[in-house]
């Protein structure tokens, strides 16, 4: 199965807010409620900030929010700091009963 | 606070079999609530989930279709932890390998990390 598709990069200032999307298909994002979203700073494992599309883990700030519609699911990033300068990959369960993940992002604060 | 150790070669040769352990601490092997994955990142950055074990009663095993031909995923409840093994290595095969636990169809903790690299 393909991989999700995401944009290679976004960036914004301090302060703004950033949405990555994530674009998969009826197989996966568009008949789960399954999707996570995971950041990556270099060097480390990536980290869990979303689950089952809009839900938050414990500790991860409440600036991290996702939402979805339809095949695609998006991240947003509101009040962007310079500590949320990672990559971030999104997946999602597929009726295959295997996971895809997306290709990542790329997030640059100015 | 779960925590998944892994331990294994860091250079494998091509056509061997690439052999990964993950050890767990605070949780089990057996729950019957989460699962136990094995996922790589290419040196492109793209993640790859390779499969998972899990206990519902008995045992299950699931591989994605790209590696399932090569490769086995056991869980050994002695110990508390499970492999990897991928036989028939290419270069292509380079990656680094997570082991991940999956809780809410989410990977909710992930071990460090191994750089394996498939060359002679």
């Known amino acids: 199965q393909s991989a999700l598709t995401q944009p290679p990069s976004v960036s914004g200032s301090p302060g703004q807010s950033v949405t990555i999307s994530c674009t998969g298909t009826s197989s996966d994002i568009g008949t789960y409620n399954r999707v996570s979203w995971y950041q990556q700073s270099p060097g480390t494992a990536p980290k869990l900030i979303i689950y089952e599309v809009t839900h938050r883990p414990s500790g991860v700030p409440d600036r991290f929010s996702g939402s979805k519609s339809g095949n695609t699911a998006s991240l947003t990033i509101s009040g962007l700091q310079a500590e949320d300068e990672a990559d971030y990959y999104c997946s999602s369960y597929s009726s295959s009963g295997s996971y895809l993940f997306a290709t990542g992002t790329k997030v640059t604060v100015l | 606070q779960v925590q998944l150790q892994q331990s294994g070669p860091g250079l494998v040769k091509p056509s061997q079999t690439l052999s990964l352990t993950c050890a767990i601490s605070g949780d089990s092997v057996s729950s019957n609530s989460v699962t136990w994955n094995w996922i790589r990142q290419s040196p492109s950055g793209g993640l790859e989930w390779l499969g998972r074990t899990y206990y519902r009663s008995k045992w299950y095993n699931e591989y994605a279709l790209s590696v399932k031909s090569r490769i086995t995923i056991n869980p050994d409840t002695s110990k508390n932890q499970f492999s990897l093994h991928l036989n028939s290595v290419t270069p292509g095969d380079t990656a680094v390998y997570y082991c991940?636990?999956?809780?809410?169809?989410?990977?909710?903790?992930w071990g460090q990390g191994i750089l394996v690299t498939v060359s002679s």
């Open positions: 991940a636990r999956n809780n809410n169809w989410s990977f909710d903790s």
